[in-house]
């Protein structure tokens, strides 16, 4: 008679994701393809030490989606100068090694996109973080990174 617990859960994480994504600053949808990529590489890190293939591609496959569809893509390039094309280069970088590490099950390769996506993120919220302060905005170099996002 009632579909199944977990189809219902999915369901209701759904509206919450995209209840979020439509309240969400610009800043915060950065945040928040960090987040995405970050726990993309968790879940393929498990998959891989647990042997399963098919669910490690997948994993490993989302999160490059979201490194080139959602990060690279989202860069303006002109307004973001110089460290919109070094983050490009990155991000070109991170998705080269995850198809190496999809490719020849290396757990380490996982680890360093991972951290390397984690650094961007935190200094990315510590970017929001100065924009809020109430004295005076963020410093000339965060301003200059935030740019870099300019077309979300």
Same mark, same amino acid.
Request: no cysteine; hydrophobic share 40%; net charge positive.
């Given at each position: 008679m009632f579909g199944s617990p977990q189809r219902g859960v999915n369901a209701y994480a759904k509206v919450g994701l995209e209840t979020g994504v439509a309240a969400a600053t610009p800043h915060k949808l950065v945040a928040m393809l960090y987040d995405g990529a970050i726990v993309a590489l968790i879940n393929a890190t498990n998959h891989m030490?647990?042997?399963? %293939?098919?669910?490690?591609? &997948? *994993?490993?496959?989302?999160?490059?989606?979201? %490194?080139?569809?959602?990060? &690279? *893509?989202?860069l303006d390039k002109e307004v973001g100068g110089e460290i919109a094309k070094n983050l490009d280069a990155l991000y070109e970088y991170m998705s080269s090694r995850l198809l190496t590490a999809n490719l020849q099950n290396q757990v380490e390769i996982l680890d360093e996109v991972r951290g390397l996506l984690t650094d961007l993120r935190d200094t990315w919220n510590q970017i929001g973080d100065e924009a809020h302060a109430p004295a005076g905005g963020a410093p000339l170099a965060t301003q200059k990174q935030a740019r870099a996002y300019s077309n979300i």
């Open positions: 030490k647990s042997g399963n %293939i098919e669910a490690k591609g &997948k *994993a490993i496959s989302h999160a490059i989606q979201i %490194i080139d569809n959602g990060l &690279k *893509a989202s």
